[in-house]
């Protein structure tokens, strides 16, 4: 046996240990094409995309409606929605299975018995959106007023959920490929990355230096699934020097 079959083995008894090898392997599954979208982006080209139902369909399929989503915390900053969204799964693990053979009537009877454990996995990553203002004045509203702020937070809300949902391998064959052809970060995402870091107590050059030591590579060369993954540190720091100061 090759080493890399040996690898490959040992990731899927990984993977399967506690969800069970169905489970897993429907979350994981490649995603259909038929429920792969596209549009386009700012600065042109296009990138693919899976729109928020199918998520939803995808975790109730999963998961018999054991989940839950909600947004701790969120902030509005230079024209954007910023949130920090938590998915939570539960999944039913067999803990002990309890066998009893005997004899009744001169049949042989077999009694199973299974008790199950409730195991709970949480993911939590940002999303954003942009608040939406109409261009021009109207008969009933003026240039530069808000659309509907609450669409623009469930966009948020949305976009958060779905990176949670990657996180459980939820359709992240379609957003590997995204990210891997993506250079540079967004503005929206570097807003967040320099707001989270002066509240851990690190100006725009003290960030930069310490997120390219973070990642491993020069500014220039992130991508905003890299930066994302920065967030949680900071948040750590941040928490650590409040702490600290009371």
Same mark, same amino acid.
């Given at each position: 046996?090759?080493?890399?079959?040996?690898?490959?083995?040992?990731?899927?008894?990984?993977?399967?240990?506690?969800?069970?090898?169905?489970?897993?392997?429907?979350?994981?599954?490649?995603?259909?094409?038929?429920?792969?979208?596209?549009?386009?982006?700012?600065?042109?080209?296009?990138?693919?995309?899976?729109?928020?139902?199918?998520?939803?369909?995808?975790?109730?399929?999963?998961?018999?409606?054991?989940?839950?989503?909600?947004?701790?915390?969120?902030?509005?900053?230079?024209?954007?929605?910023?949130?920090?969204?938590?998915?939570?799964?539960?999944?039913?693990?067999?803990?002990?299975?309890?066998?009893?053979?005997?004899?009744?009537?001169?049949? !042989?009877? +077999?009694?199973?018995?299974?008790?199950?454990?409730? %195991?709970?996995? $949480?993911?939590?990553?940002?999303?954003? @959106? #942009?608040?939406?203002?109409?261009?021009?004045?109207?008969?009933?509203?003026?240039?530069?007023?808000?659309?509907?702020?609450?669409?623009?937070?469930?966009?948020?809300?949305?976009?958060?959920?779905?990176?949670?949902?990657?996180?459980?391998?939820?359709?992240?064959?379609?957003?590997?490929?995204?990210?891997?052809?993506?250079?540079?970060?967004?503005?929206?995402?570097?807003?967040?990355?320099?707001?989270?870091?002066?509240?851990?107590?690190?100006?725009?050059?003290?960030?930069?230096?310490?997120?390219?030591?973070?990642?491993?590579?020069?500014?220039?060369?992130?991508? !905003?699934? +890299?930066?994302?993954?920065?967030?949680?540190?900071? %948040?750590?720091? $941040?928490?650590?020097?409040?702490?600290? @100061? #009371?």
């Amino acid at each position: 046996m090759g080493r890399g079959t040996e690898l490959d083995i040992r990731r899927q008894q990984l993977k399967t240990k506690y969800l069970g090898e169905d489970l897993a392997n429907f979350l994981t599954e490649p995603t259909p094409e038929e429920i792969i979208a596209e549009r386009p982006i700012r600065g042109g080209g296009r990138v693919k995309y899976v729109a928020g139902p199918h998520f939803i369909r995808k975790l109730n399929d999963c998961f018999g409606f054991l989940w839950s989503y909600e947004v701790p915390e969120s902030f509005e900053k230079d024209g954007q929605i910023v949130g920090r969204g938590r998915l939570t799964v539960h999944v039913p693990h067999l803990k002990r299975r309890t066998i009893r053979r005997y004899i009744e009537n001169g049949r !042989d009877i +077999e009694e199973v018995s299974d008790e199950y454990e409730m %195991l709970s996995i $949480e993911k939590e990553q940002f999303g954003s @959106s #942009e608040i939406k203002r109409y261009a021009h004045d109207s008969g009933t509203h003026k240039q530069g007023s808000v659309i509907d702020l609450g669409d623009d937070y469930k966009g948020m809300g949305t976009d958060a959920f779905k990176k949670c949902a990657t996180e459980l391998g939820v359709f992240l064959d379609v957003y590997e490929s995204r990210a891997a052809g993506e250079e540079g970060i967004s503005k929206q995402q570097l807003n967040v990355f320099y707001m989270r870091a002066e509240q851990a107590g690190m100006d725009k050059e003290a960030a930069e230096k310490w997120g390219e030591e973070q990642i491993g590579k020069p500014m220039s060369k992130w991508t !905003d699934m +890299e930066i994302m993954e920065l967030i949680p540190k900071l %948040l750590d720091m $941040e928490e650590k020097k409040e702490d600290e @100061s #009371e």
